[in-house]
């Protein structure tokens, strides 16, 4: 087992940052790749960024120049720093992890609103 736990969520105005963190632990030797999907009202869930255990890194196309995904691995921390944001970044964030090629971990999420 593999549990998550997201913070750094909160109210931001256009153009303001947020720095979101995933706190990993359980059997977190096995993650294949950890990281960050976003779910808005009325809308799917949809990959934001993701790094493997080997250090490849996937950006959405809607973030990739805005978003920066990192690990601390000495923490069991993933970081996703989101710069630029605007109104249509606002859902909930939800931290993921994938364990041994099959197993599906979830977060509790975290709500980022970007409102003026």
């Known amino acids: 087992q593999v549990q998550l736990v997201e913070s750094g969520g909160g109210l931001v105005q256009p153009g303001g940052s947020l720095r979101l963190s995933c706190a990993a632990s359980?059997?977190?030797?096995?993650?294949?790749?950890i990281g960050w999907y976003r779910q808005a009202p009325g809308k799917e869930r949809e990959l934001v960024a993701r790094i493997s255990n080997g250090g490849r890194i996937n950006y959405s196309d809607s973030v990739k120049d805005r978003c920066t995904i990192s690990r601390d691995n000495a923490k069991n921390t993933v970081y996703l720093q989101m710069n630029s944001l605007k109104p249509e970044d606002t859902a909930v964030y939800y931290c993921?992890?994938?364990?041994?090629?099959?197993?599906?971990?979830w977060g509790q999420g975290t709500q980022v609103t970007v409102s003026s």
């Open positions: 359980g059997k977190i030797f096995s993650i294949d790749a």
């Open positions: 993921n992890a994938v364990r041994l090629g099959i197993n599906v971990y």
